[in-house]
């Protein structure tokens, strides 16, 4: 995933930014799926900025950031930072808070999303084009992805880090909603958190969506609401 920008002639001040690339992988439905594309989409819609969606098939991207001038960036956290740096404007890194959320971030990314990977990832796969299929062949999941007892017993995992999830966001029903995790507004955490729900509901609507938006009284249908005015498509 990969982020750059260049400047575009406009007649108004607030037009003058930099028109911000974002290059995304394409399925085969024309709705982003990527949950670390979405964690960028998040912010730079709720910062307001504009940029514009480049597809790119894995094949390509070598050769499609060779042919970039503009300045790059590729790491999801790292651009997240720039973003709010460069943007400070409606900042998802309230004051104080950069550290808590960075541990909450990375507890998304490497412990909590880890379970869903048997089932999202074959699905996921089955998404991408032919050509970029053949590029991930040898993928450690099997293609056809888990199915009967064994796919139920996977959901009940992913289950066991949404149930987790769920007690820690409760501590904030004191002195917060209890829905976002910095209490009232949305920050980086939720936009995080949120590109895994849009993941699932995109690649497992019926399957998994349908169940995981149940789960907890609600709580993560109650989290997508709150971010689902962010989740514009440019």
Known sequence: M???????????????????LLYDVPGHSPQPWAPNIWRIRF??????????????????????????TPKILSNTNT?????????????VFPDGTRALQSLFVHYIQEVFAKP???????LSHQQLSERTQAHFRGVQYPQG????????????????????????????CGDGDGVVAMGHEVSYADFALCSVLIWIERMAAHDGWARVRTWNGGRWHRLWERCKEYMDEY
């Open 2 to 20: 990969t982020m750059s920008w260049q400047a575009q002639p406009s007649s108004s001040r607030s037009a003058a930014l930099p028109v911000i």
């Open 145 to 172: 992805g888990l199915t009967g007892p064994q796919r139920e017993q996977a959901w009940h995992t992913v289950k066991e880090q949404f149930d987790f999830l769920a007690a820690i966001m409760e501590k904030n």
């Open 43 to 68: 912010i730079l819609n709720y910062k307001r900025l504009r940029y514009k969606t480049i597809w790119v098939e894995f094949p390509e991207v070598e050769t499609t950031l060779r042919s970039i």
């Open 79 to 91: 651009i997240a930072e720039y973003l709010e740096s460069t943007y400070p404007a409606r900042p």
């Open 116 to 122: 869903l990977l048997p089932i999202m990832v074959p």
